[in-house]
């Protein structure tokens, strides 16, 4: 009941807008601001998360060679007759 009575009131004020100007308004607003908000704090959690990864590469060994192209391909390399 209380919203059909505040439409009626607010009505008439939406006429006041021109009608061939079209702007997102408070709502566009407040949505950009809460999507930024939340890219932003997704952008300090990755951040967070990536400081907590300790990789350390270990060494080739020094006899071995670089892998093939079909090494590489998971294919393996062709066996000798």
Do not use: C, Q, Y
């Not at 998360?49 to 270990?58: A, G, I, N, W």
């Amino acid at each position: 009941m209380s919203a059909s009575l505040a439409l009626t009131h607010l009505v008439p004020l939406a006429k006041e807008v021109d009608d061939n100007k079209v702007t997102p308004g408070v709502l566009g607003f407040i949505v950009f601001a809460a999507l930024a908000a939340g890219v932003w704090m997704l952008m300090k959690s990755m951040n967070r998360h990536m400081r907590k990864v300790d990789f350390e590469e270990t060494p080739d060994a020094p006899g071995a060679a670089e892998p093939t192209p079909a090494a590489a391909s998971g294919k393996g390399a062709p066996k000798k007759a």
